[in-house]
């Protein structure tokens, strides 16, 4: 079955270094979402990309869509201390809904 | 105020009884999900419904049962065939506005299950 792996499974960075996380599928994916659940929170949604190659900006926060489809990447450039959480990128196969999560990168940032 | 909801937020459970977990949405969403979330742990797909009277087993389906008899509507049953459910579980709710387009899921606060 489809399966979604992201890498590292944990950061520690220093406020103010730059962070991080990628998402490989197995199979090919109709788009990808990214969210954030802050501790003891639920997942909230950051963005989607759905396009091969799409390359997608919210202020410090950066994501790519691979030209495959197949894997992704957030980059946050600066991190605060208000980035602290666990980041996970969801994809669904093609003609399907079935969301399945990544396994998600815990960041931690240090003042 | 639009959005999930789930119900109970903390629920005990012991061991060999069923308990059902609530989830309601006024958002007019197609889509319903069940996460299960392990401390630590990312989330896995239990059962999702693209539509109303259908549903599909996830990835760990097995030990759970949902319905899916109202548009608005998706509680989970975690029977005593699972053998380890303590967890914190999540349910979702997306537009099902096609499979080659973004269906941003919303998520529920959640429900805390310990099982005593």
């Known amino acids: 079955g489809q399966q979604v792996m992201q890498i590292p499974q944990y950061q520690h960075v220093q406020e103010g270094e730059d962070f991080t996380t990628y998402c490989n599928s197995s199979?090919?994916?109709?788009?990808i979402q990214w969210y954030k659940q802050r501790p003891g929170g639920h997942p909230v949604f950051l963005i989607q990309?759905?396009?091969?190659?799409e390359v997608k900006k919210q202020k410090r926060l950066t994501f790519q869509f691979g030209e495959a489809k197949k894997n992704s990447s957030l980059h946050i450039t600066a991190t605060q201390t208000t980035d602290v959480g666990t980041y996970f990128c969801a994809g669904a196969g093609m003609g399907t809904y079935k969301y399945i999560f990544g396994t998600g990168t815990r960041l931690k940032v240090l003042a | 105020d639009g959005g999930i909801t789930q119900s109970p937020k903390y629920l005990f459970r012991k061991e060999g009884q069923n308990v059902t977990l609530s989830c309601e949405q006024n958002?007019?969403?197609?889509?319903m999900y069940w996460y299960r979330q392990d401390p630590g742990q990312g989330l896995r797909l239990i059962y999702y419904?693209?539509?109303?009277?259908?549903?599909q087993k996830g990835d760990i389906a097995e030990g759970y049962s949902v319905s899916r008899e109202k548009k608005e509507s998706f509680p989970l049953t975690v029977t005593s065939a699972q053998k380890n459910p303590t967890a914190f579980y999540l349910c979702?709710?997306?537009?099902?506005?096609?499979?080659?387009?973004?269906?941003?899921?919303?998520f529920g606060e959640g429900s805390w299950l310990t099982v005593v």
């Open positions: 199979t090919t994916l109709s788009n």
């Open positions: 979702a709710s997306s537009i099902a506005a096609g499979t080659n387009s973004g269906n941003t899921i919303y």
């Open positions: 990309l759905v396009k091969s190659g």
């Open positions: 419904s693209q539509i109303v009277n259908d549903f």
């Open positions: 958002l007019n969403h197609d889509a």
